[in-house]
């Protein structure tokens, strides 16, 4: 069984940056879709990057040009990269795969209600003004 396993987040003051990382165990297929969804408390899940396997990514409006998510060459592994952190980014981020992908910015945008999105445990970043 396919295993996300996370790593990165942590503290950090407004404008500083955090890194994220993912890898999939296990996995030996050749395409998926991964990326990043997080959940502030009180709210639902939101998707806000992700990529394929062969680098397209896709990124919501709140992340675009602050984050950036990178693959490693193919094998089931990213990692996202926070910079210009700001209170509201604070949340609890869940790497996630989608192993029979389809389009990626609808994953991206709905795969937090998607049966068959793949969830990792989650892990907290925190951004203090």
């Known amino acids: 069984q396919v295993r996300l396993m996370e790593s990165g987040g942590g503290s950090v003051q407004t404008g500083g940056s955090l890194s994220l990382s993912c890898a999939a165990s296990?996995?030996?297929?050749?395409?998926?879709?991964m990326g990043w969804f997080r959940q502030r408390p009180g709210e639902q899940r939101e998707g806000i990057a992700g990529i394929t396997e062969d680098g397209r990514t896709y990124y919501d409006r709140a992340v675009k040009g602050r984050f950036t998510i990178s693959g490693d060459n193919g094998k089931a592994n990213v990692n996202l990269q926070m910079n210009s952190l700001k209170p509201e980014d604070t949340a609890n981020y869940y790497c996630?795969?989608?192993?029979?992908?389809?389009?990626?910015?609808?994953?991206?945008?709905?795969?937090?209600?998607?049966?068959?999105?793949?969830w990792g445990q989650g892990i907290q970043v925190t951004v203090s003004s």
């Open positions: 296990a996995y030996t297929g050749s395409r998926y879709s």
């Open positions: 996630a795969a989608d192993f029979s992908p389809g389009n990626l910015e609808l994953w991206v945008r709905f795969g937090a209600s998607n049966p068959d999105t793949e």
